[in-house]
């Protein structure tokens, strides 16, 4: 299997397992601790454009590469703005951070990988 094909499938399972538990968090009302509202809704509908990286990577698309490091430099500002909401002292579920950590190295991975789409090949 190629490395996009393999950060495909990796894009579209994690991207199909945050749509089902933010939604089922913001719309079946699972409780899950205190979350930070604007990490969730980000990360639930980050989910849909982790499932759109994953099917353009399925096919080598360039615009998955740059999709990729979007949604990476996306994720890293959501990131920041949690560490600043938990440095003002606000109320927090403290596994978002280690969720987060999480996010942030899977889409580094899959935009080094990713990267390879935009650039010409070497001989």
């Known amino acids: 299997m190629s490395k996009f094909k393999t950060a495909a ?3 579209i399972v994690f ?3 945050t749509i089902f538990s933010g939604g089922s968090t913001l719309f079946a ?5 205190t979350v930070v509202p604007f990490v969730l809704w980000f990360n639930f509908l980050a989910g849909f454009a982790y499932v759109t990286a994953g099917l353009g990577l399925w096919g080598e698309k360039p615009w998955a590469a740059r ?5 990476t430099t996306a994720t890293l500002l959501v990131a920041f703005a949690f560490a600043i909401h938990v440095l003002r002292g606000l109320p927090y579920e403290p596994r978002t951070l280690g969720a ?3 996010r942030c190295g899977v889409w580094l991975w899959i935009a080094w990988v990713a990267r390879s789409l935009t650039r010409p090949a070497l001989l």
Not at 67 to 71: A, D, E, F, H, V
Request: glycine fraction near 16%; charged fraction near 5%; hydrophobic fraction near 75%.
């Open 100 to 102: 987060l950590v999480f």
């Open 67 to 71: 999709l990729s490091m979007l949604i």
């Open 9 to 11: 499938l990796i894009a």
């Open 29 to 33: 009302g699972l409780d899950m601790g």
């Open 15 to 17: 991207g199909l397992l």
